[in-house]
């Protein structure tokens, strides 16, 4: 409990044997109440390393349900557990988990809902050796999407993230994509509604256990980034009517 307020960790892992360990000992564990584990059909032993860890909320998807799919599950656990606030922290040990005490208090302020742990903000992104060519990605798809959004975002694309329970029993994220492009589309529920974001600036590594993807997919998911913000400005307009910006409450 902090500040009155459940925090609850949601860790989406897929092949995180062997950088789970690492990331769930930086967890702040006298703030956090909860973990949650939810391993999408992994071929490597991450399943077993979160139950040697001691991890209460184990859940394992039989079928790969791809990273939208994962996260699914682990909000709808969170919310199940009855948390105040969800932190979504990769397993891969890109992020921190020291900034949690931060994000957590943005929210449990009232100044925020939503906190988003910024690799952009100063010079974490290539200093923690993002590759140039993702870099220069993010930089020319944020700049398009905050246009598009009517937004001042550093960036869209961490994974790293924290939000409080309004957000989550509000936007119809269950409506989303199961691929990567589910984060775009929450940012972009998430504006669309009109809740406050704040960013933080967060260090990050990069190194070869940590998770990735391809060249395809990320063409394929750049693509899918530049139609979340194109239907988000036609929304706007009253132009389409899409599921994903119905309330869910």
């Known amino acids: 409990m902090f500040q009155h307020k459940k925090i609850v960790v949601v860790l989406p892992a897929y092949n995180a044997a062997l950088t789970l360990e690492r990331t769930y000992h930086?967890?702040?564990h006298d703030i956090v109440d909860e973990v949650i584990l939810v391993d999408d059909a992994s071929s490597d032993d991450t399943l077993e390393v979160g139950r040697r860890l001691g991890i209460k909320h184990l859940v394992r998807h039989e079928?790969?349900?791809?990273y939208g799919g994962n996260q699914k599950t682990c909000y709808h656990k969170a919310l199940e557990l009855g948390?105040?606030?969800?932190?979504?922290?990769?397993?891969?040990?890109?992020?921190?988990?020291?900034?949690?005490?931060?994000?957590?208090?943005?929210?449990?302020?009232?100044?925020?809902?939503?906190?988003?742990g910024s690799r952009i903000l100063g010079k974490g992104a290539l200093k923690g050796g993002m590759p140039l060519h993702k870099y220069f990605s993010n930089r020319v798809l944020t700049f398009i999407e905050n246009i598009l959004l009517s937004e001042k975002l550093s960036e869209y694309h961490t994974?790293?993230?924290?939000?409080?329970?309004?957000?989550?029993e509000t936007i119809?994220?269950?409506?989303?994509?199961?691929?990567?492009?589910?984060?775009?589309?929450?940012?972009?529920?998430?504006?669309?509604?009109?809740?406050?974001?704040?960013?933080?600036?967060?260090?990050?590594?990069?190194?070869?256990?940590?998770?990735?993807?391809?060249?395809?997919?990320?063409?394929?998911y750049g693509m899918g980034v530049l139609k979340v913000?194109?239907?988000?400005?036609?929304?706007?307009?009253?132009?389409?009517?899409r599921d994903?910006?119905?309330?869910r409450s």
């Not at 105040?84 to 925020?112: E, N, W």
């Not at 406050?196 to 063409?219: D, G, H, L, W």
């Open 83 to 116: 948390a105040d606030i969800v932190i979504m922290l990769h397993p891969d040990y890109q992020y921190t988990p020291k900034l949690i005490p931060a994000m957590a208090t943005l929210i449990s302020s009232g100044l925020y809902s939503v906190v988003l």
């Open 172 to 220: 119809n994220y269950p409506a989303n994509s199961d691929n990567f492009v589910f984060d775009n589309q929450v940012l972009s529920q998430i504006i669309y509604h009109d809740f406050q974001i704040a960013e933080i600036t967060c260090p990050t590594k990069y190194f070869p256990e940590a998770s990735s993807i391809n060249f395809a997919n990320s063409v394929t």
């Open 229 to 241: 913000a194109m239907l988000h400005r036609m929304q706007k307009w009253g132009l389409v009517k």
């Open 159 to 168: 994974g790293y993230r924290a939000y409080s329970r309004e957000v989550l």
């Open 244 to 247: 994903i910006y119905i309330k």
């Open 26 to 28: 930086e967890i702040p």
């Open 63 to 66: 079928q790969n349900k791809g």
